[in-house]
Antibody, heavy 120, light 108 residues
């Protein structure tokens, strides 16, 4: 069974840092790219970042580029989102999601999310 | 950059009714479109991928259609658990980036 479990969320002051983790089971990170998607309170879904299964290359939304860093440890079945210089507008539930594809890419499994609150 | 526009923003129907949700892309995306359902307090769930393929475990009352710029999600006979928010999503080829529509809230 595929499972994704996020952790590491919490309350942080503006300008602070936080590291989110996504622990996966039921599949290999060397076979599936991974994504982070966030949802601000009462708002829609916003893609944040993705990391390639093969190359480990990471890609970011413009809103977080230069502040967030996505990495993974295949041996630990975990993906990490390092978030620096946090702003109030980064407040959201952060979901990790597995990338899948047939003819095109989509997100076929999601974690339950972890809440990040940025406030003084 | 691809923009997805979902209509209507809110759809009010009754159980047993038929729901038609639309998603329009700002440029052609072929069949590269997925639909997700999000119930209150829950993570999103994949419903449809590649515009018309139901994901594993999704009931047959959900169907997707369309290609190019215009896509439709139909729920043929609404069950109480179907009242939720629905999002469409597209993946850009390069750089790899997902774009979501703003969502359609399906309410009783």
């Amino acid at each position: 069974e595929v499972q994704l479990v996020e952790s590491g969320g919490g309350l942080v002051k503006p300008g602070g840092s936080l590291r989110l983790s996504c622990s996966v089971s039921g599949f290999s990170l060397s076979s599936h790219s991974m994504n982070w998607v966030r949802q601000a309170p009462g708002k829609g879904l916003e893609w944040v970042a993705s990391i390639s299964s093969s190359s480990g290359d990471a890609y970011y939304a413009d809103s977080v580029k230069g502040r967030f860093t996505l990495s993974k440890d295949n041996s630990k079945n975990s993906v990490f989102l390092e978030m620096n210089s946090l702003r109030a507008e980064d407040t959201a539930i952060y979901y990790c999601a597995r990338d899948a594809w047939v003819a095109a890419h989509f997100l076929d499994h999601w974690g339950q999310g972890t809440l990040v609150s940025v406030s003084s | 950059e691809i923009v997805l526009t979902q209509t209507p923003a809110t759809l009010s129907l009754s159980p047993g009714g038929r729901a038609t949700l639309s998603c329009r892309a700002s440029q052609s995306v072929g069949s590269n479109l997925a639909w997700y359902q999000q119930r209150p307090g829950r993570a999103p769930r994949l419903l449809i991928y590649d515009a018309s393929n139901r994901a594993t475990g999704i009931p047959a009352r959900f169907s997707g259609s369309g290609s190019g710029t215009d896509f439709t999600l139909i729920i043929s006979s609404l069950e109480p658990e179907d009242f939720a928010i629905y999002y469409c999503q597209v993946r850009s080829i390069w750089p790899p980036k997902d774009t979501f529509g703003q969502g359609t809230k399906l309410e009783i």
